[in-house]
C-alpha cells in the first residue's frame, strides 16, 4: 500500500543486496539509518537500472538522499502476530559526500532531481516578486 511521497536522508547500515527475478530484472534493497541514535532503520528498494547503479556505487557508511514512495508492508509473524515494515520504493538515491550531492544523482534516466550546493544562500533562490504577500 502506497502511504504517501518521502524524501530521507541517512547512512547506510550495510551494503545493498542485489538480486534478480525470474524475469532478469534487478533489484536492490539496502537500509539506512535515519537517527542520530541509531533507533530508525528503513529499508530502501530500487528496481532496474537503478538497482544496477546502486548495487555498483553504494556501499556501508555511505550517506545518501533517497526520494521515493513510503510502502508498508505487512505480514503475520509465526506466532500470529501482525508485522508491519516501512520502506521507501526509491525512484532518486544520491550518494552525499559532507552534507552536499556529488555531482552525479544515482537516479533513473526519466526522473528529474535538482540539488543545490550547501554553500548557496536561499535569498538567491527566491524571487520576492513571487511572494503572494
Do not use: C
Not at 538522499?65 to 513510503?70: F, R, S, T
Not at 508491519?84 to 550518494?95: D, L, P, R, S
Amino acid at each position: 500500500m502506497t502511504l504517501a511521497k518521502a524524501f530521507v536522508t541517512g547512512i547506510v547500515t550495510k551494503a545493498p543486496e542485489k538480486r534478480f527475478t525470474q524475469n532478469d530484472m534487478a533489484i536492490a534493497g539496502f537500509t539506512i539509518n535515519i537517527d542520530q541514535n541509531n533507533e530508525a532503520l528503513l529499508r530502501v528498494v530500487a528496481f532496474g537500472q537503478l538497482a544496477d547503479n546502486i548495487a555498483s556505487t553504494i556501499s556501508q557508511g555511505d550517506s545518501v538522499a533517497v526520494e521515493g514512495k513510503l510502502q508498508v508492508n505487512s505480514f503475520k509473524l509465526p506466532n500470529g502476530k501482525d508485522k508491519k515494515i516501512f520502506e521507501i520504493q526509491a525512484n532518486t538515491v544520491e550518494k552525499m559526500s559532507q552534507g552536499t550531492a556529488i555531482s552525479q544523482p544515482i537516479s533513473n534516466p526519466n526522473e528529474n532531481l535538482v540539488t543545490f550546493n550547501q554553500d548557496e544562500i536561499a535569498q538567491d533562490l527566491i524571487d520576492e516578486d513571487e511572494i503572494p504577500f
